[in-house]
């Protein structure tokens, strides 16, 4: 039996798949490490191919294209009808949103978060991106 799901946990679904995807990028610097075998390239095109897999009977394929800054997502139901196993879901550029230092997010941020590390001599990373040392404050 095939499950349908509202237009709520569609969006729901999409904000998360591309949340993921997103974060993926920004924690390893970029999802090609992870996924070295699923980078297709060629055209001016740098696409990284992201699968994630919700159900036995539903995926989900993130493209992220790093040289034009767009990350699409498609899903993919192989037993629905053929006109509607491969769909596109949501596409966007993320070139603003990776410039973004704090956005929707709960306490503690970024920069309270640094400041406690810094308090505690933690190293951290001047405005030039360069490793510094900080004291040890008493």
């Given at each position: 039996?095939l499950?349908?799901?509202?237009?709520?946990?569609?969006?729901?679904?999409?904000?998360?798949?591309?949340?993921?995807?997103?974060?993926?990028?920004?924690?390893?610097?970029?999802?090609?490490?992870?996924?070295?075998?699923?980078?297709?390239g060629?055209?001016?095109?740098?696409?990284?191919?992201?699968?994630?897999?919700?159900?036995?009977?539903?995926?989900?394929?993130?493209?992220?294209?790093?040289?034009?800054?767009?990350?699409?997502?498609?899903?993919?139901?192989?037993?629905?009808?053929?006109?509607?196993?491969?769909?596109?879901?949501?596409?966007?550029?993320?070139?603003?949103?990776?410039?973004?230092?704090?956005?929707n997010?709960?306490?503690?941020?970024?920069?309270?978060?640094?400041?406690?590390?810094?308090?505690?001599?933690?190293?951290?990373?001047?405005?030039?991106?360069?490793?510094?040392?900080?004291?040890?404050?008493?």
């Amino acid at each position: 039996m095939l499950h349908t799901i509202g237009k709520g946990q569609q969006v729901l679904l999409v904000l998360v798949a591309l949340g993921g995807a997103v974060l993926a990028l920004a924690l390893t610097g970029g999802v090609d490490s992870a996924c070295a075998d699923n980078v297709v390239g060629g055209g001016g095109y740098d696409v990284t191919v992201v699968p994630i897999s919700l159900s036995a009977n539903t995926d989900l394929i993130a493209l992220v294209d790093r040289s034009h800054g767009t990350i699409c997502l498609y899903q993919y139901q192989p037993r629905n009808d053929p006109h509607e196993r491969f769909m596109l879901l949501a596409a966007r550029s993320f070139v603003y949103d990776i410039q973004l230092e704090n956005y929707n997010t709960a306490e503690p941020g970024p920069a309270a978060i640094r400041d406690m590390l810094e308090r505690r001599g933690v190293r951290g990373v001047d405005e030039s991106g360069s490793t510094v040392e900080q004291a040890v404050e008493e």
